[in-house]
């Protein structure tokens, strides 16, 4: 009878050994599961952003091409003698009121201020609206592309082509997300710093020489998602702020048009071509490290 006993209760603690140990297994594998699984999904969503961004050029590239580019009119190259500086509001067409489209917001003040407002007319060639102005005897050409953000740098392209426009003689105007509403920064040359815009402009140009004037925008904060946040409109309070910072901004646009030796400008620091820098990536890691540290960034804090 003892002896029963003993050997039921061994039986019922191996029973509970293997029970835990299955058990342990089990979870393991669960763990191990989804760790591939994590793993297989970043692996897939890091190839989309890099396929993505493989579509957007050559898109640019398609757009550029001479089937899908309007014949230029013969009065182009009138326009070009004398002409010095390209303004652009980079943004998307029909959605001027959201914080990605702040830059077309900003070029709208600067055309107000000139007393322009009025002179905007579609061209077909560059795929935008355009106006001519002048600023202190310097020739400017105002832009808002009629493309997409991802592939504004083609509008940017063929204004410049049409009208002369060397690139070091472009300014970009766009939002930032890394500094908060309020603030703007101005920029000479450099990387496109993720934004998708500038991006197209430094592939269209094939260099990245351009100045920018980043307008802060700011992250998106509690579960919205940068998309929204980017595709969304200033709120009543915000809109405050960004009067402030509209007026700021060309204040500072027309500082940078007014220069008069505009006509011959030096490369902004930082500023080089995009093959090139590709080309010194290949041949030497110290080469490309003496272009890094050679970008220079002249920021101004606006409240």
Same mark, same amino acid.
């Given at each position: 009878?003892?002896?029963?006993?003993?050997?039921?209760?061994?039986?019922?603690?191996?029973?509970?050994?293997?029970?835990?140990?299955?058990?342990?297994?089990?979870?393991?594998?669960?763990?191990?599961?989804?760790?591939?699984?994590?793993?297989?999904?970043?692996?897939?969503?890091?190839?989309?952003?890099?396929?993505?961004?493989?579509?957007?050029?050559?898109?640019?590239?398609?757009?550029?091409?001479?089937?899908? =580019? +309007?014949? $230029?009119? &013969?009065?182009?190259? =009138?326009?070009?003698?004398?002409?010095?500086?390209?303004?652009?509001?980079?943004?998307? +067409?029909?959605?001027?009121? =959201?914080?990605?489209?702040?830059?077309?917001?900003?070029?709208?003040?600067?055309?107000?201020?000139?007393?322009?407002?009025?002179?905007?007319?579609?061209?077909?060639?560059?795929?935008?609206?355009?106006?001519?102005?002048?600023?202190?005897? &310097?020739?400017?050409?105002?832009?808002?592309?009629?493309?997409? $953000?991802?592939?504004?740098?083609?509008?940017?392209?063929?204004?410049?082509?049409?009208?002369?426009?060397? +690139?070091?003689?472009?300014?970009?105007?766009? /939002?930032?997300? /890394?500094? +908060?509403?309020?603030?703007?920064?101005?920029?000479?040359?450099?990387?496109?710093?993720?934004?998708?815009?500038?991006?197209?402009?430094?592939?269209?140009?094939?260099? /990245?020489? $351009?100045?920018?004037?980043?307008?802060?925008?700011?992250?998106? =904060?509690?579960?919205?998602?940068?998309?929204?946040?980017?595709?969304?409109?200033? &709120?009543?309070?915000?809109?405050?702020?960004? /009067?402030?910072?509209?007026?700021?901004?060309?204040?500072?646009?027309?500082?940078?048009?007014?220069?008069?030796?505009?006509?011959? *400008?030096?490369? *902004?620091?930082?500023?080089?071509?995009?093959?090139?820098?590709?080309?010194?990536?290949?041949?030497?890691?110290?080469?490309?490290?003496?272009?890094?540290?050679?970008?220079?960034?002249?920021?101004?804090?606006?409240?």
């Amino acid at each position: 009878m003892l002896f029963t006993f003993r050997n039921a209760s061994s039986v019922n603690n191996f029973r509970e050994q293997q029970t835990a140990r299955s058990s342990r297994m089990i979870k393991g594998s669960v763990l191990e599961t989804l760790s591939l699984y994590l793993s297989y999904l970043f692996k897939r969503l890091v190839n989309f952003f890099k396929m993505r961004q493989l579509l957007t050029r050559v898109l640019n590239r398609v757009l550029l091409s001479k089937p899908f =580019t +309007p014949v $230029m009119g &013969t009065q182009a190259g =009138t326009h070009s003698e004398g002409l010095c500086k390209l303004v652009v509001g980079l943004g998307n +067409p029909g959605m001027e009121g =959201t914080r990605h489209s702040v830059g077309m917001a900003v070029l709208g003040a600067l055309a107000s201020q000139l007393g322009v407002a009025d002179r905007w007319r579609g061209d077909k060639y560059v795929s935008g609206e355009v106006i001519l102005s002048e600023v202190q005897q &310097t020739r400017v050409v105002l832009l808002r592309p009629r493309l997409m $953000m991802n592939v504004n740098g083609v509008s940017v392209a063929r204004a410049a082509a049409k009208y002369g426009i060397k +690139p070091e003689d472009i300014l970009l105007v766009h /939002d930032e997300l /890394d500094k +908060p509403l309020g603030k703007i920064a101005l920029k000479h040359g450099g990387s496109s710093r993720g934004h998708n815009g500038v991006r197209s402009c430094v592939d269209c140009l094939q260099t /990245d020489v $351009m100045t920018r004037l980043r307008i802060g925008i700011g992250r998106p =904060t509690g579960k919205t998602s940068v998309e929204r946040h980017v595709l969304s409109r200033f &709120t009543l309070e915000e809109q405050k702020v960004l /009067d402030s910072v509209l007026v700021q901004s060309v204040n500072l646009l027309l500082s940078q048009l007014s220069h008069q030796d505009s006509k011959c *400008p030096p490369l *902004p620091a930082g500023g080089r071509c995009a093959a090139q820098k590709r080309k010194e990536r290949e041949h030497s890691a110290s080469t490309t490290e003496d272009s890094t540290a050679a970008h220079t960034v002249n920021e101004l804090s606006l409240k």
